[in-house]
């Protein structure tokens, strides 16, 4: 049953997660969050900085007794990823977020939530607004466009921040203390055709692949969902064999950092008589294979407007084959942490249409040589099909530090309050920390949050339970600092 958030607790938390959702916060359009931002540290008549980034950092001295602690850095980002079902109807550029409680979940309306890493904001701001929490001298950094280049955590300047601790509030498993990440790179290949007639007798049918799950193309790579590239690619590699089709358009994918959910590619042909046999056999083959871990998978072939030009023959056979080809999902697990992936691609999005051919990926690794490796193999794959191959946004992991203080001392509090051990590991996704943390080598760093399903996804939900877990817990770090050296 549908409720709403009002109801819920800590009410504070919600209460600020509510009123930033209200905000449209895409990656690169942060003006209007980080000046909400602003506006929030100076109502509260804390010293608040915001810099040519629009990072924001808010000050706020140390309550009694807690003077000769250490300074905590409090970290999320303000940016959150913009996806939808494709039969919502919404305007991110002017919408808030519309949420509802689903039990112990909150759930937004056919869109992403939110809550990565918009939980982690509303908390800092809680701990800021609050006039009873015991903690030492805080300082709250809200970066931006972290989900599409981490540019804000690039273009800190050295000296902006000066906590002796990070804690970074953006991990998504309650029982977790992340204390390493991957790095990443964006890999993109770009090729211009000329478009050629269609046939005379030709008509055109759309090719649509939907009702994947998606994702967070890095911590969910391992689970080896569905991508819609992947299997729209599959199914034309498949058609071409024993079918003449001109394809006239393709789109796949949107987000880098998103495991595609949908696809769609619209083609021209002459004999389709024979096309809609071949492809059921085809879907129903692709179906079934997928029924476990996709099972709202969607195949279908629907007549569509004749286009009058579409690739050539030979622009179409490179395009199938460089998708074919293209490496997507794990690549290596590390060979020192259990299950943690190492090195993955996610083939992200491709765009064809009007002479212009872009494919865009995402390579991870928290093996930097590895990394490197990985886009050499991607690099040689699509200069086969004749593509131009570039790389940019590339960032670094976090190497973990297993024997810090802080760790050291939240791992004694987990244990105490939860009766069981923290599960302390890497993540292959990417973190701020790694970029944060460089000019600040001293800089002890924990990662932590409570749990988030289906990040980057509209299927994204958070648990509420979860989030009272995490705030009890994150009271207690602050009370427990260590002292100063």
Not at 198 to 212: F, Q, S
Request: one cysteine or more; a negative charge; aromatic letters at 8%.
């Amino acid at each position: 049953m549908k409720q709403p958030l009002s109801h819920i607790e800590p009410k504070e938390i919600w209460n600020h997660f509510s009123s930033i959702n209200a905000i449209p916060r895409a990656s690169k359009k942060e003006q209007a969050i980080s000046d909400f931002m602003v506006t929030f540290g100076k109502k509260l008549g804390l010293e608040t900085f915001q810099d040519k980034a629009l990072n924001v950092l808010i000050k706020k001295p140390a309550t009694t007794g807690f003077e000769n602690r250490k300074k905590v850095t409090l970290q999320s980002h303000l940016d959150m990823v913009h996806q939808k079902n494709n039969d919502t109807v919404f305007d991110f550029d002017t919408q808030g977020i519309e949420m509802y409680v689903d039990g112990d979940w909150v759930k937004a309306n056919g869109t992403t939530l939110g809550a990565d890493n918009g939980l982690g904001v509303a908390t800092i701001m809680t701990i800021l607004a609050s006039n009873e929490l015991e903690h030492p001298e805080l300082e709250a950094l809200f970066t931006i466009d972290e989900e599409t280049g981490m540019t804000g955590a690039f273009e800190l300047q050295t000296g902006f921040i000066s906590g002796d601790i990070l804690l970074n509030l953006d991990t998504e498993e309650d029982d977790e203390i992340t204390i390493g990440c991957a790095g990443g790179v964006d890999v993109t290949a770009i090729k211009t055709y000329s478009p050629v007639p269609t046939k005379n007798d030709a008509i055109c049918y759309k090719i649509t692949v939907n009702g994947l799950k998606g994702g967070h193309s890095g911590i969910e790579i391992h689970k080896g969902l569905g991508n819609a590239n992947k299997l729209l690619t599959r199914i034309l590699y498949e058609l071409q064999k024993s079918i003449d089709f001109q394809i006239t358009a393709l789109k796949g994918g949107s987000l880098r950092n998103a495991i595609p959910r949908e696809a769609e590619c619209t083609i021209s042909i002459a004999k389709y008589d024979v096309l809609e046999n071949i492809f059921q056999s085809l879907a129903t083959k692709i179906s079934n294979e997928w029924k476990v871990k996709e099972p709202n998978l969607n195949i279908q072939l629907t007549s569509t407007d004749i286009a009058k030009t579409g690739l050539s023959d030979n622009d179409q056979k490179e395009l199938i084959s460089v998708l074919y080809a293209c490496h997507n999902g794990v690549y290596t697990y590390d060979p020192s942490i259990v299950d943690l992936v190492a090195t993955s691609n996610n083939l992200a999005s491709v765009n064809v249409q009007e002479g212009k051919m872009k494919i865009a990926c995402l390579t991870r690794s928290s093996i930097e040589t590895e990394k490197q490796d990985l886009v050499n193999q991607l690099t040689s794959c699509f200069e086969l099909g004749n593509y131009t191959v570039h790389t940019d946004g590339d960032y670094p992991g976090w190497q973990p530090n297993p024997t810090s203080d802080i760790l050291t001392s939240m791992s004694s509090i987990y244990k105490k309050m939860f009766k069981s051990e923290p599960n302390v590991n890497a993540c292959h996704a990417g973190l701020e920390c790694g970029i944060i943390g460089k000019p600040y080598p001293n800089m002890e760093m924990i990662s932590f949050g409570p749990t988030i399903r289906g990040a980057h996804s509209p299927d994204e939900k958070a648990s509420i339970s979860s989030v009272q877990k995490f705030w009890s817990f994150l009271i207690e770090i602050l009370k427990n600092i260590p002292n100063k050296l």
